[in-house]
T-cell receptor, first 112, second 114 residues
Framework: AQTVTQSQPEMSVQEAETVTLSCTYDTSESNYYLFWYKQPPSRQMILVIRQEAYKQQNATENRFSVNFQKAAKSFSLKISDSQLGDTAMYFCAFGTASKLTFGTGTRLQVTL | ETGVTQSPTHLIKTRGQQVTLRCSSQSGHNTVSWYQQALGQGPQFIFQYYREEENGRGNFPPRFSGLQFPNYSSELNVNALELDDSALYLC?????????????FGQGTRLTVV
């Protein structure tokens, strides 16, 4: 069974600053995906970024980037130039065969 | 806009009752997964349907059951509701089985059991 651990229940960052959210996972699978999802108060899960485990290059999507350390089973999310609209719950997730295993989430608050 | 729609958005039921939640998958998606998200927690996988057959189940009792229809829409049924069943229920659809990279979520159904 896979497990996903997010050790930061809450984080705060000032607008325009950079913040890094941590995630570790455990699995015996060799082929999988890793994801960061954002869940605003509207409740809808929004995909922020994904990483294929077989790719060594870290994924980037505009202001969002990951630091994927496969041997350490670590998958952190860096948000650059934070914006007020980034305020939300962020979930790290492990995916295989369409099934997702989520962490407990990190609540990110972006302040002025 | 993902195209996955769930109904109803909110629901209040009494302990012991039965409930049916509905999900319309995104056009062309033949795989639907259901998740339960308790307050303050991450979503937990309930089960998955692929072309009308159950394909994988999480650690949930048999009173949680589902269906997938020929148009790939899906239902989640919960019998003998318990207070702990109060949660946000999320549906996610994928283009095909094994396509974990392309799961799109609906807005969820908030179920409250009193």
């Amino acid at each position: 069974a896979q497990t996903v651990t997010q050790s930061q229940p809450e984080m705060s960052v000032q607008e325009a600053e950079t913040v890094t959210l941590s995630c570790t996972y455990d699995t015996s699978e060799s082929n999988y995906y890793l994801f960061w999802y954002k869940q605003p108060p509207s409740r809808q899960m929004i995909l922020v970024i994904r990483q294929e485990a077989y790719k060594q290059q870290n994924a980037t999507e505009n202001r969002f980037s990951v630091n994927f350390q496969k041997a350490a089973k670590s998958f952190s999310l860096k948000i650059s130039d934070s914006q007020l609209g980034d305020t939300a719950m962020y979930f790290c997730a492990f995916g295989t065969a369409s099934k997702l295993t989520f962490g407990t989430g990190t609540r990110l608050q972006v302040t002025l | 806009e993902t195209g996955v729609t769930q109904s109803p958005t909110h629901l209040i039921k009494t302990r012991g009752q039965q409930v049916t939640l509905r999900c319309s998958s995104q056009s062309g998606h033949n795989t639907v997964s259901w998740y339960q998200q308790a307050l303050g927690q991450g979503p937990q996988f309930i089960f998955q349907y692929y072309r009308e057959e159950e394909n994988g189940r999480g650690n949930f009792p048999p009173r949680f059951s589902g269906l997938q229809f020929p148009n790939y829409s899906s239902e989640l049924n919960v019998n003998a509701l318990e207070l702990d069943d109060s949660a946000l229920y999320l549906c996610a659809s994928s283009l095909s089985l094994g396509d974990a990279a392309e799961a799109f979520f609906g807005q969820g159904t908030r179920l409250t059991v009193v």
